[in-house]
């Protein structure tokens, strides 16, 4: 590979891949790839796996769990890193990701699948958090854009392999070994980046960060799960899931900055809105695959097309923000990313009602809905860990990497949690259920529009 020069000093241009940050590239994006494959994976089977496991009861809460127990992983490693830097939480997230793997994949019941995706969760947002540490401190300022870039582009492989390899593995061996197998995978991944973690300096001054945190951090998470839970009832259970939704509020305020659940501007609106991405896009995604099953009567090979071009979409949508650089604002690509998800969810809200109502719909429209919808997080989801990396100082590091990944993977469990809630109750009035979960996810895209609008704008 010819290098580069910059055009004024004629020294070497540093890239992601020069000899400096070769192999930490290199082992973040395996992790990023595998990762993926398993997010790709697991929606691809989850049918599958909730038919075998006799648990469509609990199909949205197996796609909670992860993202709200990660929250107490998140929390966990965003301390652990600003006291005594990334080595000790890194090594300790992959070992917990694949506990969560390994339990999952040998799951006897639905229950107990659930939990492993509980014990993967807390691995997996403790990884994360890791990884946006290790981007802080291993690349400058005008590298880190191209390294979240990076990271969507590591979808694009399990993009186009995953769902289809997971169909045929689930076909040919069980869906377990859909679970099983990455787990070698990531013992690859964890052997090129554990290196560069080591050489890390333990943070002279470690912050204030109280071990309180963590407890809200658990409070939050088993408020969510709860919620749905609970609100799938009637009655008094009702009235529970309104009390664990305020727990939720009560946890989620320490863990974020102050005024982000209110769309407060600057920071806190840039972490809102990565919370809002996410959980209007993930629970749209969560029932894509079943309801082109169900509706569509796709195979899950046939549904699964639906992620492939999902993914290679995203992360050629989040290349184009990256090499646009600063020629288009953060700002501007929250507000541009946030407005095209919002068009592509109604998009496929409006696609699935008609279908629902008995319209002939081909299955290419709320595919092709659903591919709008990732142009604009492929846009602007990247663009939310540069803004948040800017507003970042070495003391609050762990932090604010913690808080943004608490909002996007605790937005998401919500979302979910209260999809479950909706399409439990539209079964409950006899209605098809998946109109109810696709007006949800637009109604959060909303939201995420107006508090978008918010983050270029500094606090005052």
Same mark, same amino acid.
């Given at each position: 590979m010819t290098s580069s020069t910059t055009p004024d000093t004629g020294a070497p241009r540093e890239r992601l891949l020069s000899p400096a940050y070769a192999t930490t590239t290199i082992g973040l994006f395996s992790l990023i790839v595998f990762a993926a494959f398993e997010s790709m994976a697991v929606t691809t089977v989850m049918p599958t796996v909730a038919r075998g496991l006799d648990g469509f009861d609990l199909y949205a809460l197996a796609f909670a769990a992860p993202f709200a127990s990660g929250v107490v992983g998140m929390v966990a490693a965003g301390m652990w890193t600003d006291r005594r830097g990334p080595l000790q939480p890194l090594l300790a997230s992959l070992a917990t990701?694949?506990?969560?793997?390994?339990?999952?994949?040998?799951?006897?019941?639905?229950?107990?699948?659930?939990?492993?995706?509980?014990?993967?969760?807390?691995?997996?947002?403790?990884?994360?958090?890791?990884?946006?540490?290790?981007?802080?401190?291993?690349?400058?300022?005008?590298?880190?854009?191209?390294?979240?870039?990076?990271?969507?582009?590591?979808?694009?492989?399990?993009?186009?392999?995953?769902?289809?390899?997971?169909?045929?593995?689930?076909?040919?061996?069980?869906?377990r070994w859909v679970f099983l197998g990455i787990v070698v995978l990531v013992a690859v991944a964890a052997a090129l980046v554990t290196g560069t973690a080591r050489r890390q300096p333990v943070p002279e001054d470690p912050g204030s960060a109280s071990p309180a945190r963590l407890g809200w951090a658990v409070l939050a998470a088993g408020a969510v799960l709860a919620l749905e839970l609970l609100g799938s009832g009637t009655g008094l259970t009702l009235l529970a899931a309104a009390g664990a939704f305020v727990l939720v509020v009560v946890g989620l305020r320490p863990l974020l900055p102050p005024g982000t659940l209110s769309g407060g501007r600057g920071l806190p609106s840039v972490i809102a809105t990565r919370g809002l991405l996410a959980a209007s896009f993930f629970c749209a995604e969560a029932y894509i695959v079943y309801v082109l099953q169900e509706r569509w009567d796709l195979t899950p090979g046939q549904a699964g097309i639906a992620l492939t071009c999902v993914g290679v979409v995203w992360a050629s949508a989040s290349q184009v923000s990256s090499r646009l650089g600063e020629r288009v604002?953060?700002?501007?690509?929250?507000?541009?990313?946030?407005?095209?998800?919002?068009?592509?969810?109604?998009?496929?809200?409006?696609?699935?009602?008609?279908?629902?109502?008995?319209?002939?719909?081909?299955?290419?429209?709320?595919? +092709?809905?659903? %591919?709008?919808? $990732?142009? =604009?997080?492929?846009? *602007?989801?990247?663009?939310? #860990?540069? /803004?948040?990396?800017? &507003?970042?100082?070495?003391?609050?590091?762990?932090?604010?990497?913690? +808080?943004?990944? %608490?909002?996007? $993977?605790? =937005?998401?469990?919500? *979302?979910?949690?209260?999809? #479950?809630? /909706?399409?439990?109750? &539209?079964?409950?009035?006899?209605?098809?259920?998946?109109?109810?979960?696709?007006?949800?996810?637009?109604?959060?895209?909303?939201?995420?529009?107006?508090?978008?609008?918010?983050?270029?704008?500094?606090?005052?």
């Open positions: 990701f694949s506990l969560g793997l390994l339990v999952c994949g040998t799951a006897p019941a639905m229950e107990v699948f659930v939990l492993g995706r509980v014990v993967q969760g807390v691995g997996s947002g403790a990884m994360i958090v890791v990884a946006y540490v290790l981007v802080g401190l291993v690349y400058p300022a005008r590298l880190q854009g191209a390294v979240f870039a990076s990271f969507a582009a590591a979808w694009v492989l399990p993009a186009l392999f995953g769902p289809g390899v997971a169909a045929f593995v689930a076909h040919a061996l069980g869906w604002s953060n700002g501007t690509a929250l507000r541009f990313g946030t407005a095209v998800v919002l068009l592509g969810l109604t998009g496929i809200a409006v696609l699935v009602w008609l279908r629902s109502g008995g319209t002939a719909v081909p299955a290419a429209a709320p595919v +092709a809905a659903y %591919v709008l919808a $990732s142009v =604009g997080m492929g846009f *602007a989801y990247p663009r939310t #860990g540069v /803004a948040m990396l800017a &507003a970042t100082t070495d003391e609050d590091r762990g932090f604010n990497s913690s +808080a943004l990944t %608490v909002a996007d $993977s605790l =937005g998401a469990a919500l *979302a979910l949690s209260v999809s #479950g809630i /909706a399409y439990a109750s &539209a079964e409950r009035a006899d209605l098809d259920p998946f109109p109810a979960v696709y007006a949800l996810a637009v109604a959060i895209g909303v939201l995420g529009v107006l508090v978008a609008a918010r983050a270029a704008r500094p606090a005052a």
